[in-house]
């Protein structure tokens, strides 16, 4: 085995919070945690609105799903690609809501 990759987990481990990580396959930034105050939005945007966001998903849009896009901070430009993402997917988030935010919040910068 070689202790590379084991000595970079440990490094990614030990790192700071908040701190962006390059991944070495695509070269993407990636953050390890979000913070806790846009985790406590798009929870709520998602779970006061739910119904209306499973109606705005099935549509192709609408202004539940924009809000809870806005919250998570998901660019613009991905929302067309995540509304594709989130219909194919329909029966795992309109079960869960927690399962949407979670996508949502990975979605988001």
């Not at 991905?78 to 029966?91: C, H, N, V, Y």
Request: charged content about 15%.
């Amino acid at each position: 085995m070689r202790a590379g990759p084991i000595c970079l987990i440990f490094l990614t481990a030990c790192a700071p919070a908040g701190v962006a990580f390059q991944n070495p396959f695509t070269g993407k930034l990636s953050r390890p945690t979000v913070p806790d105050q846009t985790r406590g939005a798009v929870e709520l945007a998602v779970k006061s609105e739910f119904p209306a966001i499973n109606a705005d998903i099935a549509a192709g849009g609408g202004p539940a799903l924009t809000r809870a896009f806005d919250a998570a901070s998901v660019p613009a430009a991905d929302r067309p690609a995540r509304i594709i993402q989130l219909q194919s997917d329909t029966g795992l988030y309109a079960a869960s809501p927690a399962a949407l935010g979670n996508a949502l919040l990975v979605w988001g910068r």
